[in-house]
């Protein structure tokens, strides 16, 4: 497995938030890479110490015959570079090096450029199909909508009602999910259906973080599904 394909393996799973940065599990990062690469190696040159004692660390990951360098501060929790960092803080920076490096070779690289899933879900598509009107499941059909409209805006869409139920809107949001994922027929329509409910995606993002992870996780399974269909 090469660049391409490691590329657009959705990590969400697999990742963690602190103080604004998104971090990927080395060790899961680590096993994903040597099944792509079972000869996949690498090691950490030599750190450096700058004059204010801050540290900077380095880790090169050789996989299908390419190294990749990445760098990376060794910072405190607040991500601010430490002065004078012990064995612990290193060690921890080196490991985070490790994932960066493995990134490199594109698992996970996505994360680091800000983007919620990988980039094969967010690119602009032109084909659509003819189909319109399609109802949500009866049990979400009172709070969410979906339509699917051929070459019009709200194409793929789904319209949640407002609540004051957090849950209850979530569970509308999935169930309209639900509903224009088993309609899509090509890993294009699965795109469509991500890229046109980016607001209420973003919005069930904050309200309920594993919720939106799960809901990512079915947009890339569909996807994979429909890709071998072809």
Request: glycine residues 4%.
């Amino acid at each position: 497995m090469e660049y391409k394909e490691l590329r657009q393996i959705d990590v969400s799973k697999y990742t963690e938030k602190k103080n604004g940065l998104t971090y990927l599990s080395w060790a899961w990062a680590v096993d994903q890479l040597l099944l792509a690469d079972p000869k996949a190696h690498w090691f950490y040159p030599e750190y450096q110490r700058w004059g204010n004692g801050t540290v900077m660390v380095f880790c090169t990951v050789v996989a299908n015959d390419i190294a990749r360098t990445a760098q990376l501060p060794v910072m405190d929790y607040r991500n601010k570079a430490i002065s004078e960092p012990d064995a612990f803080a290193i060690n921890t920076a080196m490991q985070r090096c490790l994932a960066k490096a493995i990134a490199l070779h594109g698992l996970g690289l996505y994360i680091y450029n800000g983007e919620d899933v990988p980039p094969d879900l967010q690119e602009d598509i032109t084909q659509t199909p003819k189909v319109s009107n399609i109802p949500a499941p009866a049990k979400a059909v009172e709070k969410a909508k979906v339509t699917k409209t051929a070459g019009k805006p709200g194409e793929w869409q789904i319209t949640v009602m407002d609540t004051d139920d957090a849950k209850g809107w979530l569970e509308a949001l999935k169930a309209g999910v639900d509903a224009l994922l088993s309609l899509a027929t090509h890993a294009d329509d699965v795109a469509n259906i991500f890229k046109n409910n980016r607001v209420v995606f973003d919005k069930a993002k904050a309200m309920d973080e594993k919720f939106y992870s799960e809901m990512m996780a079915e947009f890339s399974k569909t996807k994979a599904t429909l890709t071998k269909g072809k």
